[in-house]
């Protein structure tokens, strides 16, 4: 298990590697500099706020698992979760590993409430329903703004993507719902127990309306501090043409490519996907470059607050083998 862990993250991280060096080479008279923004008193403002935008949107993040939780019936402190969202970013973003950080975030709520299948399918409908906002959000931006509507290659990937999204998160969401499919795995005492217990997580959210609502509108909320993060961070690197309503449309677009499999935290990925989006409004590719670069170190940056939540979280985890006497290691 360890040695296939070991190749699939050197293979993700060749393929980042790979996929830059593509795009660089791309660059004509690339320098290293170009990458950089020019240091002002106004790029450190839209930096501090494109860093303090990404924070807040992990607080919202947990605020969602909190309202999904919530309608599972199962209570939950925010400030835990904050804690638990940190340490999975720090996990996700800084850790050279392919163990995600929502991995972590199953592990470590499941010990405090001891319902690890529960608390599975919360994360699980956390995400989908977070995601069935990025698609609305694609269209907000291109009615805002119809002269996104005529960029060809861009447009149409960001609508299809979109929709293609939607479709896909729709259908896993009526299968999950099923008596027939997602209900057979409810009573299952072995692994598909989790998978039914997101089925009984949907029929739930179904059956209280006004929780599914208070979920998607703190899904609206975290997926609008992410694009606000990349408008000000686009704005830190003065590319004018990167503005709010161009970024509402192509944004979740490179939020569902980034999430691929293939690379390492989405390296080389969301950077090509900017070129793409944001080529046809004038931005050099250097320039898109450069912005999902900075987004990613931002991460990074963000991310390295959850490194004391994470040490804390293996400090209780080694103080519980020693109390309990067990040999057996428990999941970070």
Do not use: C
């Not at 499941?110 to 529960?118: F, I, K, L, N, V």
Request: net charge positive; hydrophobic share 55%; aromatic share 6%.
């Amino acid at each position: 298990m360890r040695h296939r862990q070991a190749v699939s993250l050197l293979a993700r991280v060749l393929v980042s590697v790979v996929m830059l060096a593509v795009l660089v080479a791309q660059v004509p008279s690339f320098r290293p500099g170009d990458l950089l923004p020019e240091w002002t008193a106004g790029t450190a403002a839209w930096l501090g706020a494109s860093a303090l935008l990404t924070l807040v949107g992990i607080v919202l993040s947990a605020v969602r698992w909190q309202k999904v939780l919530t309608a599972l019936e199962i209570p939950a402190r925010l400030s835990l979760l904050v804690r638990h969202n940190l340490a999975g970013q720090f996990v996700s973003n800084v850790l050279p590993t392919t163990i995600g950080g929502d991995v972590l975030r199953v592990s470590r709520l499941s010990r405090e409430t001891g319902e690890t299948p529960a608390t599975f399918a919360s994360v699980v409908l956390e995400r989908l329903t977070g995601w069935l906002v990025l698609p609305v959000i694609t269209v907000a931006g291109f009615v805002v703004n119809p002269g996104l509507r005529h960029l060809g290659t861009a447009t149409r990937i960001a609508l299809a993507l979109a929709v293609s999204t939607l479709l896909l998160l729709v259908g896993v969401l009526a299968a999950a719902a099923s008596s027939r499919l997602g209900g057979r795995f409810a009573a299952r005492a072995d692994w598909r127990r989790f998978a039914g217990a997101v089925h009984l997580g949907v029929v739930r959210l179904r059956q209280h309306p006004l929780a599914a609502l208070n979920v998607l509108l703190a899904g609206f909320a975290y997926q609008l501090a992410l694009v606000l993060a990349a408008v000000a961070a686009a704005q830190a690197l003065g590319l004018r043409a990167a503005g709010l309503t161009a970024l509402l449309a192509f944004f979740p677009a490179v939020l569902i490519a980034q999430v691929l499999p293939i690379s390492m935290a989405g390296l080389g990925v969301r950077e090509g996907a900017f070129v793409l989006f944001l080529g046809p409004l004038g931005v050099a590719r250097d320039e898109a470059i450069a912005l999902g670069l900075l987004l990613y170190l931002m991460n990074v940056a963000v991310g390295l607050l959850g490194a004391p939540a994470f040490a804390a979280g293996g400090r209780r985890r080694q103080e519980g083998r020693g109390q309990t006497g067990s040999g057996q290691p428990v999941a970070a």
